[in-house]
Nanobody
Framework: QVQVRESGGGLVQPGGSLKLSCVVS????????WNWYRQVPGQQRELVAR????????TEYGDFVKGRFTISRDNSRTSILQMNDLEPEDTAVYYC????????WGQGTQVTVSS
């Protein structure tokens, strides 16, 4: 069984920063692809960032990121999403999805950007 847990969400003012962490535990050798998604109630889940470890660390980001966020891997079981210059439109639940033959999802962490 594989468990995925996100942390680091919270309330931040516009222009502020947050660092989200995703830790994977359980029966998984290594994560092939780290994914961060976000979802606003009533809207579809959208890709925020992706890190493919099997291709030398290739990254991709949603168009809305515009250089503000960075995805990285702290170790084989931890991914970090550094978010800078946050905007109210970034308010959402952020989910980590670790892929290794199947997607393993966390429960999400709430990010609220408001003054």
């Amino acid at each position: 069984q594989v468990q995925v847990r996100e942390s680091g969400g919270g309330l931040v003012q516009p222009g502020g920063s947050l660092k989200l962490s995703c830790v994977v535990s359980g029966k998984i050798v290594a994560v092939s692809v780290w994914n961060w998604y976000r979802q606003v109630p009533g809207q579809q889940r959208e890709l925020v960032a992706r890190l493919t470890t099997t291709s030398g660390g290739t990254t991709e980001y949603g168009d809305f990121v515009k250089g503000r966020f960075t995805i990285s891997r702290d170790n084989s079981r931890t991914s970090i999403l550094q978010m800078n210059d946050l905007e109210p439109e970034d308010t959402a639940v952020y989910y980590c999805a670790a892929f290794r033959g199947a997607f393993y999802w966390g429960q999400g962490t709430q990010v609220t950007v408001s003054s």
